[in-house]
């Protein structure tokens, strides 16, 4: 059935998509297929490298990586969407909002840098994150700044000639698949993965802010697709609609429908692993405080039984932890 349909791709005859046709017609990407394969090692390689000196790692972390991350990418390449995405408007939106948002929020999730970092030798660990740190990527993963890139990139791609171009230029269509992965995963993978790239107010309540405005800007490219008056790459649908398709112009609301439809779907999943992320370091936070304060008030080693701490040593909070809202209280009652 496969080869069938590949077939008839090449002879611009493909068969009606039904339900069927969506879940059984692949075709062959080898770049996006080298990309996953090597992802993949790169990523088994790292975590057997941790197992094999006693370090754990997550297997839901592997998990997702591999079924969201390099199956999102294996199946907004080689699935029925790309076989179906060079005649139908509606299939390669769905492709290129799964290489900007999905594909992006499964590696980000699987936390690759820091198993990166974790499993090479100490040195080239050290480089690693030299380069994670260094200017330039940080001023690409600013959060504003990799918002704005988000966007821009898919507006660039359907309303300039870069998507039609891509239709019929092969290697421009594969740079296409790369520029919007990338473009999202400047976004996603610092805000749930490298606290060192992001600035010192970056913190997790302002990251779920921009998580939550992230999600309005994803929403944007599908509105305006959904209600554009031209139609985009339409001299390119126009001759390749097979003849059982929908209106040119109706395929274009059902694909902006879409893209808006997964950028919400995706901006919760993406929100509550930062809720999660905050709530873990929260919990950390706050046994390393009761460890200090246990540590403070246990007696001296050399106290008589039943002694009770010096009362000096009993400080409130502000006075002992080192944070942005114990100094500023600090600073208050210096002022007084």
């Given at each position: 059935m496969t080869g069938h349909v590949v077939n008839r791709v090449a002879a611009g005859q493909l068969a009606e998509l039904t339900a069927g046709r969506l879940l059984s017609s692949?075709?062959?990407?080898?770049?996006?297929?080298?990309?996953?394969?090597?992802?993949?090692?790169?990523?088994c390689w790292g975590v057997t490298r941790l197992r094999r000196r006693g370090e754990p790692w997550s297997p839901a972390r592997t998990a997702v990586?591999?079924?969201?991350?390099?199956?999102?990418?294996?199946?907004?390449t080689m699935s029925s969407l790309a076989v179906y995405g060079r005649v139908l408007f509606w299939p390669a939106a769905v492709q290129n909002v799964?290489?900007?948002?999905?594909?992006?929020?499964?590696?980000?999730?699987g936390d690759p840098l820091r198993l990166a970092v974790g499993a090479l030798p100490e040195?080239?660990?050290?480089?690693?994150?030299?380069?994670?740190?260094?200017?330039?990527?940080?001023?690409?993963?600013?959060?504003?700044?990799?918002?704005?890139?988000?966007?821009?990139?898919e507006l660039t791609v359907y309303f300039t000639p870069y998507f039609a171009t891509a239709l019929?230029?092969?290697?421009?269509?594969?740079?296409?698949?790369?520029?919007?992965?990338?473009?999202?995963?400047?976004?996603?993978?610092?805000?749930l993965t490298r606290e060192e790239t992001l600035p010192s107010w970056c913190t997790h309540p302002v990251r779920a802010a921009l998580v939550f405005l992230d999600g309005v800007v994803d929403a944007v490219p599908g509105i305006?697709?959904?209600?554009?008056?031209?139609?985009?790459?339409?001299?390119?649908?126009?001759?390749?609609?097979?003849?059982?398709?929908?209106?040119?112009?109706?395929?274009?609301?059902?694909g902006g429908g879409a893209m808006l439809g997964i950028a919400e779907l995706v901006a919760l999943p993406f929100l509550l692993a930062i809720l999660f992320q905050w709530a873990r370091a929260e919990r950390v936070q706050a046994a390393a405080l009761d460890r200090r304060?246990?540590?403070?008030?246990?007696?001296?080693?050399d106290a008589e039984p039943g002694t009770t701490p010096d009362p000096d040593r009993v400080r409130p909070w502000w006075e002992t932890e080192q944070n942005d809202v114990a100094a500023g209280i600090r600073r208050h009652n210096r002022d007084r």
């Open positions: 692949w075709r062959l990407d080898v770049p996006a297929l080298v990309l996953a394969l090597a992802l993949g090692a790169l990523y990586f591999v079924l969201l991350g390099l199956g999102g990418l294996v199946v907004a799964l290489l900007d948002l999905v594909v992006p929020l499964g590696l980000a999730l040195r080239a660990g050290a480089r690693v994150r030299r380069v994670m740190t260094g200017g330039a990527v940080r001023a690409l993963t600013f959060p504003l700044v990799s918002t704005v890139l988000v966007l821009a990139t019929r230029v092969g290697w421009l269509h594969e740079l296409m698949y790369l520029h919007l992965l990338v473009a999202g995963c400047l976004f996603v993978v610092p805000v305006v697709v959904m209600t554009h008056g031209t139609l985009i790459a339409g001299a390119w649908y126009l001759h390749h609609a097979p003849a059982w398709s929908p209106d040119v112009r109706h395929d274009q609301q059902i304060l246990d540590a403070e008030l246990a007696p001296a080693p």
